[in-house]
């Protein structure tokens, strides 16, 4: 069975830090693109931050950058979203997909062709 899972979310206080992980399984994310998503209440769904594991590169939207890192290891089928400088704006369930490629359109970034979704986790950043 195909499956992404997301996790490492909490509650912590502004300026903190959280590192989530993106576990794959029944598939290698060697031969794609790991998009980090988000979705706060009331709000669509932002893309965040992707690594494109076929060449390492990394691509983050401009209200993150600076504060989030993607970062994968294919071996371990595992991608990760270290966050720093943590804004309370930050809070939103956080998802991990396998996506063909992400790219930035305006001021959104846009995951493409997306192949399988995970299951979110809740961060939740008080002032």
């Known amino acids: 069975e195909v499956q992404l899972q997301a996790s490492g979310g909490g509650s912590v206080r502004a300026g903190s830090s959280l590192r989530l992980s993106c576990t794959a399984s029944g598939f290698s994310i060697g031969g794609w693109t790991i998009g980090w998503f988000r979705q706060a209440p009331g709000k669509e769904r932002e893309g965040v931050s992707c690594?494109?594991?076929?060449?390492?590169?990394?691509i983050d939207h401009d209200s993150v950058k600076g504060r989030f890192t993607a970062s994968s290891d294919v071996a371990k089928n595992t991608a990760w979203l270290r966050m720093d400088s943590l804004k309370p704006e930050d809070t939103a369930v956080y998802y991990c997909?396998?996506?063909?490629?992400?790219?930035?359109?305006?001021?959104?970034?846009?995951?493409?062709?997306?192949?399988?979704w995970g299951k979110g986790t809740q961060v939740t950043v008080s002032s």
């Open positions: 690594i494109n594991n076929s060449v390492g590169s990394t």
């Open positions: 997909a396998a996506v063909r490629e992400c790219k930035v359109v305006g001021d959104t970034l846009l995951g493409l062709s997306v192949y399988n």
